[in-house]
């Protein structure tokens, strides 16, 4: 017994000493600056069970910042911090979402602040853009589906095997498989246009998804839940990362990276003009893209890790291994703003209704 | 203070809180962008675009098939059910009546959720009907469906009217039906249920209102298969253009708004009717309940398969899933318990937070709600003139206002008035919503208690010397004080029980178990949400449990 | 010197005319019934006194203080009045003990405790409630509590005690016992009371003076002997005491008296009414006014005894003659058969 109180306090000193080894790029001014605010506030669409160890982790190092985290859906950071921009009254001081069109909007219309992270030359070219928008992860699109219904033999391995089954299998299938559903889910919608932007064949799918009643939903999780408790045998586009958590829990999750093309998005990272502790927010994006939190991304969060030099099971490297070419990071740009234009988007949803029959 | 100063202060403080949200809601829906876009201008571009947008059609459609369908469910199931319990021997009937109007105090996503987890497609329930029968005799995510259990759940509201009513009967009337050989269902039919038919109608014209209010059992049970409802329409609304469209969610409001608003007023013309029939006579001597002879089991067993039905099977279901990892077709439950999810709500610290702050809200902003609202039946306790009349028209305004609604209306509120800004990552921007949301359940309450004070007793206290407020401070409030704590009661149970309003002002600092387990219906988290939804029950079910031990009736 | 002056109170409530224009005063020292059926609108009246109720019209004032003046639009509101009032449900406050209950006046007037302690002490026990200060209401009778009532309404000494049927609740016994009791207790305490009532047996045992209210309007006023004796109207008359009444046809008129005939009978009594020879008209007798005769006399009728009902301290017969239904009072029993009655000219009142 003592010798197990010994060993903690042991770890925990070790905890108190490494920021010091860890952060050796991190300015002492922005670590004092943040200290003195004293308070951190995210509104963020990673799910609260994902990002728990990295917050844990975070105020581990820093116990003296409180932190307000805020699990929200994506279309509801948008709007919520849109709303409360323009009032003028408070906001977050970061903004971590996967609606990556979403947030690029926002930093496109100005409302972000350039940021020159010290961790930068780490990341990908193509994940940071203007100093303001960081991609913080790269997480696999991917289908899922519960062992105990879908045969191993049966499981599609492409996007091409999947419309196949579902046009084959139209009754087996009714009412059995889920998607997001791109009007009411940011990222639900980022996924599809992306898709149609890769695949000229993504409307025999929807057509497909529409001929079995395809049920839609706002989130991953939702989803999951209903692929375990076998309401669902099937669910597209599927955020990776939640899915390889939920299977460590539940063995009846089982995972597609599709053969053909596989869609990898960045949750995109943010801070505000209007964000109260901007020192807090710097500190807590620099954190994310740190090796400490990455590593923690690849082997607890397991949201994918995005950059080179980390280990572990959740790490774009492993991805890029698996897949090679197949792999399709959507990349954070301008590009991703052209299917948010007003009349775009709602012809595209219409299209959708249309191929889904609603 | 004065009295004189006092009561035109009160008076306005409550127009304001009423209006101000309605006022900006009207105002938001007249413009062509978010009010706070500077290239808003006034226009119906709004009112246009939605009345165009088939989706809302659809969703106006639902809404009025459902109210229908569980009025229709309702009112007859109800009405049966007051005349079982208030007039004859159903065995058992002293002991299920409390029970009935539990349904009122659970929160319709818990409610929902736990019938998915029941009788969904692949509910423990229905798994074991699939094992009897070969397949599950029923669909819960249908129209049919959402109108079964919307109808059922919504018994309680009726029975609350329908009994009340039949007790004020005098009951020589159905002993001189007895007495000429009428049994007890030629009675119901014939004498006592056509003697209560204002209070069936006002009962049913609530439940209709209530159906076009539904939020939690719509977003649960339709959502999935693409099923709208008014209110999910808004809902979902917040998202479909990819900007925030709050003039078209405005729009919405307002016509929801314009849909219960006359429904209310019809009520309350109703209501007026059915206080008519109910001094029918009744000197609430003993009287002998009705026999209802060979049918008595049968009865009480139906009376107990409802209750079953709309207790025991979603409340089983969500406690069964707050203890298992995972559920469903060839899951083994006894593999998969666990006590985890329950201890991984305290890992997350705005889950802990909205615990916390539902028994905040419940037990000092009930507090501070009861406090307000007995200061607003006080204004107009028993005084001549504009203001009381007025008050009584001012209450029903909320009462046609979704929580949903007016919880967005005061989150603009909040965004758009700057000197209250600050306030709205707080408690008291939720708090002043379900004040404003259960106004004219609250004054009810307040009021029936103030009725019981007898009018000399006050005047007593006049004539002695003692100007309005000092009556009030040492005789009215103290002389109601047990019916204060039976509505605080009540209150704390309706507040911890909201959802719907909190939605939209949802943030840090203003979590609570409802709205949270909104919005993590979105995000799928079922462990948490389970693990919140029993602890939710579970403070409900205390605060029932001491409102049954204190004797408060829950019938106000 | 009158104390308390009402100038033609008139209150309307909806399309009711519940007073119309009365007028009365309260002297010092006095006692003054306002008496009535319910519906005269005494209470009403009453409350206009207190301050619960406001007049349409009128003035009210008490000595140099004017309370109320429809005309300069002056109404001080009734906890400002001073006046004390015993409500017909005591309306004891069952959350505070008696001995609270009876100092919320002092109270108020920012009395010193100690005071208060030794006034309240004193109320109590001259209300022989002397004991139960410690008490809370729901522990007492009805007689106690209306004992409190009073108690409260009398310790801060108002110039004017207002009581509102205070002995109605009480039972029959009770009620009988506390009017001597009451009476005594106004007296001795030198306050002036306006007290209202439906029972006249009340109003004659306690009050010094009686207003006779109907319909919103005063009808008559004066000593109780006067009322009882000398009715200016068949509505007094018939509201005083209990009578007997014949109808017929005015056939005489001779001084102040006028002879009434019926078919078979024909009587002499004081003409109170506007009546001329000719027209129909009521006599009004009381009861023990009536007397059964040894033999015929003067104004008597021969009648048929039917039937003589005990009622414990006298007996009660019921006689009838042709149209003729009579009862009169006796101290023994008597059997059926013709007896004489005698109908005293000067008791026998024609309108």
Known sequence: MTRRILVAAVVLQLALILPVEIFPAESRDLVAGAQKEGRLVVYSSTDTASAEPLLQDFKSLYPSIQVEYSDLNTTEIYNRFVAEAAAGSGTADLLWSSAMDLQLQLVNNGNGQPYASPEIAQLPKWAVWQNQAYGTTLEPVTMTYNKRLLPQDAVPSSHADFTRLLNEKASVFKDKVATFDPEKSGVGFLLVTQDLKVSPAFWDLAKALGGVEVKVYTSTGAMLERVSSGEHTIAYNIIGSYGLLRQKKDPAIGLVFPKDYMLAFSRIAFIPKGARHPNAGKLFLDYLLSKRGQELMANKSLIYSIRDDVAGEATAANLTKQLGKALKPIEVGPDLLTALDKTKRLDFLKRWQEALKR | ?556 | MPELIAENISKRLGDADILRGISFHLNRGEILAMLGPSGSGKTTLLRCVAGLEKPDAGRIALGEKTFFDAARAIEIPAEERGLGLVFQSYAVWPHRTVFQNVAYGLRLRRVREAEIELKVTKVLERLGLGELGARYPHQLSGGQQQRVALARALVYSPPILLLDEPLSNLDAKLREEARSWLRELIKETQSSALYVTHDQTEALAIADRIILLEDGQIRQEGAPEEIYARPVSRFVAEFMGSNNRLEGRLAEIRGGRARLEGEGWSLWGELRGAKRVGEQAVALIHVESARLAEREGENCLKLDLKSACYLGERWEYLLTGPTLHIRAWGDKPLPPGDYWVAFPPDALWVF
Do not use: C
Not at chain 2, 30 to 43: C, G, I, Q, T, V
Not at chain 2, 313 to 338: F, I, K, M, Q, Y
Not at chain 2, 418 to 430: D, E, G, V
């Open chain 2, 1 to 556: 203070m004065k009295l004189s100063i006092l009561r035109p202060l009160v008076a306005l403080g409550a127009i304001l809180a009423v209006f101000a949200p309605l006022g900006l809601l009207l105002y938001q829906s007249l413009l062509s962008a978010p009010f706070f876009d500077p290239a808003a201008r006034a226009s119906f571009e709004a009112y246009r675009y939605i009345l165009a947008q088939p989706d809302f059609h659809r969703a106006f459609g639902s809404s009025f098939l459902i109210s229908l369908g569980m009025t229709l469910i309702a009112a007859p199931l109800g009405s049966l059910l007051g005349f079982l319990i208030a007039r004859t021997d159903l065995p058992g009937r002293h002991w299920l009546e409390p029970w009935i109007l539990v349904p009122v105090f659970l929160s319709p996503v818990v409610m929902a959720f736990g019938y998915v987890v029941a009788v969904g497609p692949v509910g423990f329930f229905s798994l074991w009907a699939k094992s009897l029968f070969g397949f599950v005799p029923w669909k819960l995510y249908s129209f049919a469906g959402l109108i079964a259990i919307a109808g059922l759940t919504h018994v309680p509201h009726v029975f609350l009217y329908v009994s009340a009513a039949l007790r004020g009967i005098d009951p020589a009337v159905e002993e001189a039906a007895r007495v000429t050989g009428a049994g007890p269902w030629r009675i119901a039919f014939t004498i006592s249920l056509p003697l209560v038919w204002p209070a069936i109608l006002f009962s049913g014209a609530l439940v209709f209102l209530l159906g076009f209010e539904l939020f939690g059992l719509p977003l649960v049970l339709g959502d999935p298969a693409g099923l709208l409802v008014l209110t999910t329409y808004l809902y979902k609304l917040t998202n479909l253009l990819g900007v925030p469209s709050y003039q078209l969610m405005a729009v919405v409001a307002i016509a929801i708004v314009a849909i219960t608003f006359p429904l209310v007023y019809l009520q309350r013309r109703l209501l007026g009717a059915s206080s008519r029939y109910a001094v029918i006579g009744g000197k609430g001597r003993a009287f002998r309940p009705l026999p209802l002879g060979a049918l008595r089991w049968p009865m009480t067993a139906w009376v107990v398969l409802w209750l079953l039905a709309v207790v025991a099977l979603p409340l089983a279901g969500v406690a069964l899933r707050s203890v298992v990892r995972s559920w469903g077709e060839g899951v083994v439950l006894l593999d998969v318990l666990t006590l985890d999810h329950f201890r991984s709500l305290w890992q997350y610290p705005n889950l802990v937070r909205g615990i916390v702050n539902t028994l905040l809200i419940g037990g000092l902003g009930g507090a501070a709600a009861v406090a307000a609202y007995t200061l607003l039946a006080l204004s107009a306790h028993r005084l001549p003139g504009l203001w009381p009349a007025l008050l009584d028209y001012l209450v029903l305004v909320p009462r046609a206002l979704p929580g949903l609604i007016v919880g967005l209306a005061f989150f603009w509120l909040f965004l758009f008035f700057k000197p209250i800004a600050p306030l709205r990552s707080t408690l008291f921007s939720l708090w002043i919503a379900y004040t404003v949301v259960w106004l004219a359940y609250g004054i009810k309450l307040i009021t029936a208690t103030l009725m019981q004070v007898k009018p000399e007793l006050e005047e007593a206290a006049r004539v002695i010397g003692a100007s309005p407020l000092l009556v009030y401070r040492d005789v009215t409030v103290p002389l109601i004080r047990f019916g204060l704590v039976g509505s605080w009661l009540l209150i704390f149970m309706m507040f911890v029980r909201e959802y719907s309003t909190g939605v939209y002002l949802l943030g840090p600092g203003t979590e609570v178990i409802g709205s949270l387990i909104v919005s993590l219906w979105g995000t799928g988290a079922l462990d948490l949400i389970s693990a919140l939804s029993v602890i939710e029950v579970l403070i409900v079910g205390l605060a029932l449990f001491t409102a049954l031990r204190l004797g408060v009736k829950l019938d106000a």
